[in-house]
């Protein structure tokens, strides 16, 4: 989650130069140290330096640019090494080269990925990619700020000292990595219908029948471990669902045991966090509502 940006003079993982053809506009973004990005529709062309690179590639990319002195988002993303660029899907439609480049931004809107993705580079209105610290630091969770913004919401305070998360309950900890990954109150406010809701892994793990606010066995990092790159094996995340399924051979059986599967002994998540397409976004996320999920059925909203 560290390389949650990467400055354009840092080389990005997994790609140098691409190109993405749009009707008559071909695209060219460079990152090979020189980041930058060209639209052409020959004989004209517009060349800029990318001002930051946002993602790591975990999921995508996206450019954000200076033009003319204003803020704008590249119209194509790096969606993956297989698929390479493909068009944002939020992109102006491009009756003109400059259109074609893409959608022009406040700066309010370009402060705001930074408040998720690197918040620590935001002085007041200032952004500064050199001096400040860059990207999800480890300051954004055990900084001081950390404790203010993730307690203030929770109507607690602890002592100044240096914050460990550790501490907090699975209920502040939702709310705590909530902060980036949209709470469960913020999802609940959008009164969310149909798969929209899965970006918002503390709301749909809240909804879910697992949860249990004061059960360590279900936070956040029960799962996780925000000092690594996530786990991508399915079986890696049975031992947590045995933590409270395993009936009486249950690790931690003496807090409370849940019922086990009639079905299946492991690969848990495969049946039970399934995985949804947002449209919209190159995304697709495990539904935290983790659940017996029968086809056919509408899905949960
Ligand atoms: C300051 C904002 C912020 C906070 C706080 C935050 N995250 Fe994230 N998280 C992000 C962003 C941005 C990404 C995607 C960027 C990337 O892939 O590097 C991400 C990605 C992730 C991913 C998936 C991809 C990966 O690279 O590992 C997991 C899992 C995750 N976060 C878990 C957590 C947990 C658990 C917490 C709470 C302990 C948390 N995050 C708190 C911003 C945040
Ligand atoms: C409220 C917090 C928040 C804001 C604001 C935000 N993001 Fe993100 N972004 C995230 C999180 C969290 C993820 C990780 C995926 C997920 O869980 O939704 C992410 C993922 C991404 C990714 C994919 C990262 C990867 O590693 O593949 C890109 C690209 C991205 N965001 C671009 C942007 C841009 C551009 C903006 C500004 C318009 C922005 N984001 C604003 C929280 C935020
Ligand atoms: C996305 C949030 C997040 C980020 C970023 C993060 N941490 Fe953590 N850290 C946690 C959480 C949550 C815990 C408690 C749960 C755990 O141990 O995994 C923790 C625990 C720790 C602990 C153990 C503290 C104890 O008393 O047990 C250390 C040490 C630590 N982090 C160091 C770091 C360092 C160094 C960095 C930067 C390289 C960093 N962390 C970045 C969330 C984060
Ligand atoms: C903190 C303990 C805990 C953890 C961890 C946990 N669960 Fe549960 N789960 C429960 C409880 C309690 C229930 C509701 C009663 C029951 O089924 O025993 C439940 C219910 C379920 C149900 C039935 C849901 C429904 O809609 O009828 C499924 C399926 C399930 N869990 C699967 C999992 C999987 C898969 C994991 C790991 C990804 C997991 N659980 C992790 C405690 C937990
Ligand atoms: C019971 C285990 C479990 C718990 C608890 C859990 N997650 Fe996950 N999470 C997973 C699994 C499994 C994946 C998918 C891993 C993969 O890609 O193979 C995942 C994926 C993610 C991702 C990547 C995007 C997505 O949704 O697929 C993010 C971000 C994330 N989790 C954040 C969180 C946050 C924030 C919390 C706390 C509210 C949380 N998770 C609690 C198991 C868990
Ligand atoms: C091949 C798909 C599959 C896998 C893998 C799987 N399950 Fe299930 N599970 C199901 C189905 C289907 C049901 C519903 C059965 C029924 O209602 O008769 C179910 C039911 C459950 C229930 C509800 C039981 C009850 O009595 O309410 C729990 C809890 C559960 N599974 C947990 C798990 C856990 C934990 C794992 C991993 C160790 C797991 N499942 C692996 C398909 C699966």
């Known amino acids: 989650m560290g390389r949650s940006m990467i400055r354009p003079q840092e080389p990005a993982p997994g790609h140098r130069q691409l190109s993405f ?15 930058s990005v060209t639209v052409e529709d020959a004989p004209d062309k517009i060349t800029e330096p990318i001002f930051v690179v946002v993602g790591a590639g975990e999921f995508f990319q996206s450019y954000l640019i200076r033009h003319n002195g204003a ?27 400059e259109k074609a480049l893409g959608r022009r931004h406040s700066e309010k809107y370009v402060r705001e990925c930074f408040g998720c993705h690197s918040p620590a580079s935001v002085a007041g209105e200032e952004i500064d990619l050199v001096h400040r610290p860059f990207g999800n630091t480890c300051e ?51 009164k969310p219908q149909g798969v929209q809701s899965v970006i918002s892994e503390p709301y749909r793990l809240e909804t879910s029948r697992c949860w249990n606010p004061g059960d360590p066995r279900i936070r956040c990092t029960a799962c996780h471990d925000p000092h690594q ?33 009639p079905v299946k002994t492991s690969g848990c998540i495969t049946c039970h966090m399934p995985q949804v397409a947002v449209p919209d976004t190159p995304i697709v996320y495990f539904d935290h509502r983790i659940r017996v999920a029968t086809v056919g059925t509408a899905f949960p909203n």
């Open 229 to 261: 790159p996530i786990v991508r094996k399915p079986a890696a995340y049975d031992r947590y669902c045995l933590k409270c399924h395993a009936g009486s051979k249950g690790q931690d059986v003496a807090v409370k045991s849940a019922n086990v599967c």
């Open 140 to 190: 954004v969770c055990h900084g001081p700020g950390a404790q203010h913004v993730a307690l203030e919401r929770a109507g607690k305070r602890l002592e100044p000292a240096i914050f460990n998360p550790g501490h907090l309950s699975a209920k502040e900890e939702s709310d705590f990595c909530g902060q980036c990954h949209t709470t469960a109150d913020a999802m609940r406010e959008q």
């Open 71 to 97: 803020a704008y988002r590249v119209a194509v993303d790096y969606l993956s090494k297989e698929h390479g660029l493909g068009l944002d899907a939020e992109a102006d439609p491009a009756p003109s080269l």
């Open 21 to 35: 053809k749009r009707d008559s506009y071909t695209y060219t973004v460079r990152l090979d140290g020189h980041a």
